[in-house]
């Protein structure tokens, strides 16, 4: 069956360090992919996102990338900072699907 | 500011009784979603709809119930067949039901006493 999973239940960085988190799928079908950052006691907020005809996406800060042929996608967070410290949830959609299936989720902790 | 409600933000109840959460998006969104979160869990979908009267079950249905009579709103009841209510719940919506980001409310945490 589907499946969205994440290789690290939490990661912890030093302040200005760049982070890394990882997120495996199964479903060779998925075509749209989702990074969401949720803070504690709040719904998850859209961060970044990237269909499968592209390999890297850029935003503020973040970069996404994507290996089709390991179904891996990984989210990279550039001079992390306080703020950045929440669970990070990957999600994925498989074209003509209803629904997003999610990863379990990876809880980023900054280190002063 | 366009966005989605969810309330009440908390919510506590005694075993046995049936309870309604709601959630009121003025987005113009298609499609909408229930999550529960289990704490250090991910998301699990309960029930979604993709257009006014119409809804389908997600993976945990049971024990939940929904409807959608407007295209703005998408209550959730917690009845009291749902064994272990006690959780966090996330209302989402998209544009379109097949594409696209989910925009989430900011969540009911519901505790059953």
């Known amino acids: 069956g589907e499946s969205v999973g994440l290789h690290l239940p939490t990661l912890s960085v030093q302040e200005g360090d760049n982070s890394i988190i990882n997120c495996a799928y199964s479903?060779?079908?998925?075509?749209?992919f989702i990074w969401y950052k949720q803070e504690s006691g709040k719904g998850p907020q859209f961060i970044i996102d990237?269909?499968?005809?592209?390999d890297k996406r850029q935003g503020q800060r973040v970069t996404v990338l994507l290996n089709k042929t390991v179904k891996h996608l990984s989210l990279q967070i550039a001079a992390t900072q306080p703020g950045d410290s929440a669970v990070y949830f990957c999600?994925?959609?498989?074209?003509?699907?209803?629904?997003?299936?999610f990863g379990q989720g990876t809880r980023l902790t900054i280190n002063p | 500011d366009g966005g989605i409600t969810q309330s009440p933000k908390y919510l506590f109840r005694k075993e046995g009784q049936n309870v309604t959460l709601s959630c009121e998006q003025n987005?113009?969104?298609?499609?909408m979603y229930w999550y529960r979160q289990d704490p250090g869990q991910g998301l699990r979908l309960i029930y979604y709809?993709?257009?006014?009267?119409?809804?389908q079950k997600g993976d945990i249905a049971e024990g939940y119930s929904v409807s959608r009579e407007k295209k703005e709103s998408f209550p959730l009841t917690v009845t009291s067949a749902q064994k272990n209510p006690t959780a966090f719940y996330l209302c989402?919506?998209?544009?379109?039901?097949?594409?696209?980001?989910?925009?989430f409310g900011e969540g009911s945490r519901l505790t059953v006493l």
């Open positions: 479903n060779s079908a998925s075509d749209y």
């Open positions: 990237i269909r499968s005809n592209m």
């Open positions: 989402a919506s998209r544009l379109k039901p097949n594409t696209g980001e989910l925009f």
């Open positions: 709809s993709q257009i006014v009267n119409d809804f």
């Open positions: 999600a994925e959609n498989s074209q003509g699907a209803q629904k997003l299936v």
């Open positions: 987005l113009n969104h298609d499609a």
